[in-house]
T-cell receptor, first 113, second 113 residues
Framework: KAGVTQTPRYLIKTRGQQVTLSCSPI?????VSWYQQTPGQGLQFLFE???????NKGNFPGRFSGRQFSNSRSEMNVSTLELGDSALYLC????????????FGQGTRLTVV | GNSVTQMEGPVTLSEEAFLTINCTYT??????LFWYVQYPGEGLQLLLK?????DKGSNKGFEATYRKETTSFHLEKGSVQVSDSAVYFC????????????FGKGTLLTVNP
């Protein structure tokens, strides 16, 4: 079956701009989570959506937002980009049961200049 | 809150050496435990998981046992190969409406021929 698809793979943006990243989960998965990966902070949880509802949010400023559509596809948006937002953004999909694992996409590498 | 502490790297081994990467956790409730692996330029792939105490997860020669009494989930492999070179992440999840993965900082493993 098809895996988790993230688009685009690479992005270069200027400080102050905004960006939208997209994630298509595995068919049948209703939970989509987003993570930020940086060399200094490691993998940090951004938010999780289940059936179009945000159920859980990490400790990130309000510039980071997301949404999920009825087909479970998800987007995350970062407004007023800062240099520190440069990171690999990973999306994961799952059934969200305690005992099931999350499947990750290849990520979107965002560089803010 | 939940947290995962894993052995700092980098770890450099010769081919066929024995590997141990230590992982301990703190969690509210009864989490599931995972090891993920990340190859250069890729997203995360599930390596193995365990969902209850004394469960042993295994895959591709890697093993880890869920030890509730010591809150540990150490990763082991008896004979590493060059192709095992990657970053390894220990993680835990709590399900339901609080579903998310909490990761350790990651351990870079390099295996030399």
């Amino acid at each position: 079956k098809a895996g988790v698809t993230q688009t685009p793979r690479y992005l270069i943006k200027t400080r102050g701009q905004q960006v939208t990243l997209s994630c298509s989960p595995i068919s049948g998965h209703r939970s989509v989570s987003w993570y930020q990966q940086t060399p200094g902070q490691g993998l940090q949880f951004l938010f999780e959506y289940f059936s179009e509802t945000q159920r859980n949010k990490g400790n990130f400023p309000g510039r980071f937002s997301g949404r999920q559509f009825s087909n479970s596809r998800s987007e995350m948006n970062v407004s007023t980009l800062e240099l520190g937002d440069s990171a690999l953004y990973l999306c994961a999909s799952s059934f969200a049961d305690l005992n099931t694992e999350a499947f990750f996409g290849q990520g979107t590498r965002l560089t803010v200049v | 809150g939940n947290s995962v502490t894993q052995m700092e790297g980098p770890v450099t081994l010769s081919e066929e050496a024995f590997l141990t990467i230590n992982c301990t956790y703190t969690a509210t409730g009864y989490p599931s435990l995972f090891w993920y692996v990340q190859y250069p330029g890729e997203g995360l792939q599930l390596l193995l998981k365990a969902t209850k105490a004394d469960d042993k997860g295994s895959n591709k020669g890697f093993e880890a046992t869920y030890r509730k009494e010591t809150t540990s989930f150490h990763l082991e492999k008896g004979s590493v190969q060059v192709s095992d070179s990657a970053v390894y992440f220990c993680a835990l999840s709590t399900g339901g409406s609080n579903y998310k993965l909490t990761f350790g900082k990651g351990t870079l493993l390099t295996v030399n021929p």
